[in-house]
Every structure is written in C-alpha cells, then in structure tokens.
C-alpha cells in the first residue's frame, strides 16, 4: 500500500505499465519451473546445424547432435501468486536443441521453439529465447486408471507441434522401466541471442549472446528407449524442415524442475 501512495507514475518489469505495477505481462525473476518432457534425441546435418549457430557458437566436436523436446509446464515467480491462477501459470512448449561450444565450453542452443501461451512468449523474448505461438500437445503419465502410460511403467509417449494451423513435428518414445542418465542436451546451458530492434531513428538494437543462470535442476523419472521423429518438410518452415532427422536415437521422457534466475553475458 505504501509503494501505491509514493509511486507517482506508472511502472512494471513490462509493459504494461500501471500505477501498481501488478499489470505487467511478466513479472521478474527469479521463476521456477516444474514440468514433464517427452524427448526425442537424433542427428541432424551438420552443416545445416552450423548455419543455424550465430558468431561466437560453435559446432563443436559432436556437430549435429540435436533433440527435438515436448514440455507441459507449470511455473510461478518467487511469491507463487501465480499457482492461484491455474490459466497463467501452465502452459505447452516444443523447441529444438543444437549442441554447440562456446570458446570451448559445451553448450546448447535452441533455434526455434513454440508455446501456446503469451506470457511464456513474451518471457522468452526477454531471454532471448526465440518463441513464437502454436499449439502443442503430448502424452502424459497418469497415476489412477488406464488412460495413459504409468510413471514407473513402459507404454507410450507421444507429443506433436503445429503452427498457423499445419503440424510441424511429432514424436514418439516408447521408454523401458529402467532408471535413465538425465539427456546431455538437456543439462547442459541455453546460449540465446537477445535482439531488440531498433525503433527510434539512429537508435541502435539491443543485442547479445547470453546464457541463462539456473539453479535447483532437479531431474526425476528418467526413462529411456526406442523412439521416432518427423519434422515437416513443407517450404513454409524450411528452416525448421533443413533440421530433420538423418538418424534418430532414444527417447527419455521424465520430470523436471529449475529455478531460472536470469541471464549472463557471453564474451
């Protein structure tokens, strides 16, 4: 109440601003994150992948290891208002990872990735994150009756990805009961381009290689197994389409949890 009587002029993390600062679309870090991931790990042309890396990322020693990756999350800021509002805090993701170096250091980077909700969007542009909008949807554990696979069971994992209307990926795990290693692609950090265009005239864009600082990584539920992948080859996403499967290999599906703090500038 205090901080609504001495403000005298509209604020927020984003836009919109407001005299509370409570409208804005997204509020700052720190942000935790719990979901459940379908992913399919495969090779992808090497040079493909290399075109896809911005100056100060590398290819590195595994050129053309790439995931393509399914998630339902839920998530809150650190006061967790947000877990009262069940159509704020859960949302749908697929994104792509390209393994990658950074002045040696193993890295991963994620060229194109879609949510089905605005503020994980406009999050995700804050972090340099490339998100655009599409519908997502995929296979989840369930713990009572048969409508789905069990969590420490085998059975069948599918998540697909459309956008403007077209399906752009599917994919498909068929996990063991065995206990599974965490996926190399998915513990390891997210090099993002920031850009901000410029909008002024003479103004200059706000732009930059940065990592994300995540801490509290927790990985439970890890199994792995056979698994199948398609991407669209249609010449409206031939970007995404150059990225294709040459060989696919496992399939992990699990639990995941993170906390991300914000990010850091790579130099």
């Known amino acids: 109440m205090d901080d609504l009587i001495t403000r005298t002029e509209p604020y927020g993390y984003t836009l919109p601003l407001s005299p509370s600062g409570t409208a804005a679309m997204v509020t700052p870090p720190p942000w935790h994150f719990s979901g459940e991931v379908v992913m399919v790990e495969y ?10 890396l911005p100056p100060g990322l590398d290819p590195g020693p595994d050129a053309g290891a790439a995931a393509a990756v399914w998630a339902e999350w839920q998530w809150c800021s650190e006061p967790g208002d947000e877990l009262g509002a069940p159509e704020r ?10 393994a990658c170096e950074h002045r040696g250091a193993p890295m991963v980077r994620c060229p194109y990735a879609w949510v089905d909700s605005t503020v994980p969007l406009m999050r995700g542009w804050i972090q340099g994150m490339p998100k655009q909008f ?10 009572a009756g048969r409508a789905g696979p069990p969590p420490g069971g085998g059975g069948t994992f599918t998540g697909t990805a459309s956008a403007f209307g077209q399906r752009i990926a599917r994919g498909t795990v068929h996990p063991g009961t065995d206990d599974a290693v965490p996926p190399p692609l998915f513990a390891l950090p997210l090099a993002h381009s920031r850009l901000f265009p ?36 249609d010449p409206a996403f031939a970007d995404l389409a150059s990225l294709a499967p040459r060989e ?7 639990a995941y949890g993170e906390t991300l703090l914000g990010g850091r500038p790579l130099t």
Do not use: N
């Open 248 to 254: 696919v290999g496992e399939g992990t599906v699990f």
């Open 89 to 98: 805090c859960r949302f749908a993701e697929f994104l792509i990872l390209l």
């Open 43 to 52: 090779r992808a042309d090497p040079e493909a992948v290399a075109r896809h």
């Open 134 to 143: 599409g519908q997502i949807s995929q296979t989840l554990p369930v713990r």
């Open 198 to 233: 410029s909008w002024v005239p003479g103004e200059e864009p706000v732009t930059g290689l940065v990592a994300s600082r995540v801490t509290d990584v927790t990985f439970t539920g890890l199994r792995s197994g056979p698994a199948e992948l398609w991407l669209t080859t």
